[in-house]
């Protein structure tokens, strides 16, 4: 089954620490992992893309083709980091998304 | 450049009522998609268009229909609204199936 798991609903830390959202995915076949953002009254917009390896706003992410995961880190949180995360596969034509990761940084 | 537009922003309905809630965008993209989101649940692709005139179903399309017509346009119809259709409603429009531009999102009530 094409799944993408994000374990944790909400995830708080304080400014300056080191944040990791957590993805696992479950897809039988090549498909194409992102992070895409929601700030407060903003709309839904892509981080990053796996395929590009680029750092944005400060934050990385590696595919693990063996652990099915695609992390997403960033080494000092920021409180303008403070947004819902989607990790998203897209294979085909379709894109899965997951069920979010409220990150909340606090001052 | 008004990038993904959706008409209407909020509408709240009776169970039984149809409506047509409209996506549109001004960036020449092919593909055009459908997704509702529910707390705890994330965005589910409804329906999505791979260029003018074609559609396809997603993971949740029972209870909608879509037309895409113009390239710019898609279109998301609901014939008889049940309160389980109570969501957000995102629209999104790209280039490839790879990166997706996002609409403001309709927030749809059924009573």
């Known amino acids: 089954a094409q799944r993408v798991t994000q374990p944790e609903k909400l995830l708080s830390v304080f400014k300056g620490a080191p944040v990791e959202l957590k993805c696992n995915y479950s897809y039988s076949g090549s498909p194409e992992l992102f992070w895409y953002v929601q700030y407060s009254r903003q709309r839904l917009q892509l981080l990053l893309r796996h395929i590009s390896r680029e750092s944005i706003k400060g934050f990385t992410a590696d595919l693990n083709k063996g652990e099915t995961s695609f992390h997403l880190k960033k080494p000092f949180a920021q409180e303008e980091d403070s947004a819902m995360y989607y990790c998203?596969?897209?294979?085909?034509?379709?894109?899965?998304f997951g069920a979010g990761t409220r990150l909340f940084v606090k001052a | 450049n008004a990038g993904v537009t959706q008409t209407p922003k909020f509408r709240v309905l009776k169970t039984g009522q149809s409506m047509t809630l409209l996506c549109a965008q001004d960036?020449?993209?092919?593909?055009m998609y459908w997704y509702r989101q529910d707390p705890g649940m994330g965005l589910r692709l409804i329906h999505y268009s791979v260029g003018e005139g074609t559609t396809a179903k997603g993971e949740v399309p029972d209870g909608y229909n879509v037309s895409r017509l113009k390239k710019q346009n898609f279109l998301l119809g609901l014939e008889s609204a049940a309160p389980s259709q109570t969501s957000v409603y995102f629209c999104?429009?790209?280039?490839?199936?790879?990166?997706?531009?996002f609409g403001p999102g309709t927030r749809l009530t059924v009573l």
């Open positions: 960036m020449n993209h092919e593909y």
């Open positions: 998203a596969l897209t294979g085909g034509f379709k894109t899965i």
């Open positions: 999104a429009s790209s280039v490839t199936p790879y990166e997706q531009f």
